[in-house]
């Protein structure tokens, strides 16, 4: 069996997407259509030709533009259900999916609309393929922390439907020390917590994340390679960093995939997870992430080995289902096998 397909067929997690990323330009107008939304650009190609970023900010400012479009519980199920019927056919068997609340409450779309499309369209993917889903609301760092505050409130009618928070959108000049309040309140809800932190910000971001955030994982992090104390901390401590190869590019924190430091933070015992981001806007869903960085990175198959055992390790599911998934990626590529090599 050749690595490409191998990469192909055994069961993975995604702990890093953002299902307003997932958006492809085609759905994006067909919902445009149907709620009567005008769109700046006039053709699927010429939103795909708009998707050429300089910069994180560069690529929210098109992102949020295309979020408008949704509005309807229909347009959240649409959305989700798109990308459940993607990741199954990438073999995905649990996803843990962001939503961006603010983004869609500001233009006046009812919270319950948002979690009940999405939530639906996680529902059915469950009943009809072996893909389970949870969800987690992000707050947008950009906005004051007194807007994450209220927003949490709203969520709280909907705790169950909802695993997690974490945070996301502008990183720089927003640290995670804004939202400490916001976040010990989750955590008193019995709210798991995550963040972005260490992709465009230093690693004192990612520090500030887990000192007072007290975050599971860490959203992206790759910039805590910067800091040698830092990277031993997150090696012993296994703290997961959900680590995104294709957006890096895209977005530039990386000049090419072969400079990405994926393989190297492997290497030193982080447990690095692999995902997609935002993949409608970046190019890749969760197995072309596997196949590029593999590539460009030399990547064997025990390095593809760990990023899938990693991917159920760092995942928020319960324990015998992370052992079940486990073994069954082991069915597929033993671990004691992981060794040998393959054809490309």
């Known amino acids: 069996m050749t690595l490409d397909t191998l990469i192909r067929r055994i069961?993975?997690?995604?702990?890093?997407?953002?299902?307003?990323?997932?958006?492809?330009?085609?759905?994006?107008?067909?919902?445009?259509?149907?709620?009567?939304?005008?769109?700046?650009?006039?053709?699927?190609?010429?939103?795909?030709?708009?998707?050429?970023?300089?910069?994180?900010?560069?690529?929210?400012?098109?992102?949020?533009?295309?979020?408008?479009?949704?509005?309807?519980?229909?347009?959240?199920?649409?959305?989700?259900?798109?990308?459940?019927?993607?990741?199954?056919?990438?073999?995905?068997?649990?996803?843990?999916?962001?939503?961006?609340?603010?983004?869609?409450?500001?233009?006046?779309?009812?919270?319950?609309?948002?979690?009940?499309?999405?939530?639906?369209?996680?529902?059915?993917?469950?009943?009809?393929?072996?893909?389970?889903?949870?969800l987690i609301l992000c707050f947008l760092r950009h906005l004051p922390a007194t807007a994450a505050m209220e927003t949490l409130t709203q969520a709280l009618p909907f705790r169950e439907r909802i695993v997690a928070v974490g945070l996301d959108s502008s990183e720089v000049g927003h640290p995670p020390s804004k939202f400490t309040d916001v976040f010990d309140r989750a955590r008193q809800e019995g709210f798991l917590t995550v963040a972005h932190a260490g992709e465009e910000a230093p690693p004192d971001y990612v520090r500030q994340a887990l000192r007072l955030l007290r975050v599971s994982r860490i959203d992206h992090g790759v910039r805590s390679e910067e800091d040698p104390d830092l990277v031993a901390e997150l090696a012993a401590t296994r703290t997961p960093l959900t680590v995104c190869p294709l957006s890096n590019v895209k977005l530039r924190v990386f000049t090419s995939l072969s400079q990405h430091n994926l393989k190297r933070l492997l290497a030193r015992g982080l447990c690095v997870t692999l995902n997609s981001d935002d993949p409608a806007f970046f190019g890749g869903y969760l197995v072309d992430n596997f196949l590029a960085a593999q590539r460009a990175l030399d990547l064997d198959d025990g390095d593809v080995y760990r990023l899938a055992r990693n991917s159920f390790e760092a995942s928020f599911l319960a324990s015998e289902d992370k052992r079940r998934l486990i073994d069954e990626l082991d069915a597929v590529l033993p671990r004691e096998g992981a060794s040998e090599p393959r054809r490309k």
């Not at 700046?40 to 994180?56: G, K």
């Not at 309807?72 to 989700?80: A, N, P």
Request: hydrophobic share 40%; glycine share 4%.
């Open 11 to 134: 069961p993975k997690a995604e702990l890093h997407m953002h299902i307003e990323g997932s958006l492809e330009p085609e759905l994006m107008f067909e919902i445009a259509a149907r709620n009567g939304i005008r769109l700046r650009h006039a053709t699927v190609e010429d939103v795909r030709r708009a998707y050429e970023f300089d910069d994180l900010q560069s690529f929210l400012d098109i992102y949020y533009e295309s979020a408008g479009v949704l509005c309807h519980e229909r347009d959240f199920y649409d959305l989700t259900r798109a990308y459940l019927r993607r990741a199954s056919q990438d073999n995905v068997r649990h996803a843990e999916i962001f939503f961006d609340p603010q983004t869609h409450t500001s233009r006046g779309v009812a919270f319950g609309t948002i979690v009940d499309g999405i939530h639906s369209a996680m529902v059915d993917a469950a009943r009809e393929t072996a893909l389970s889903s949870k």
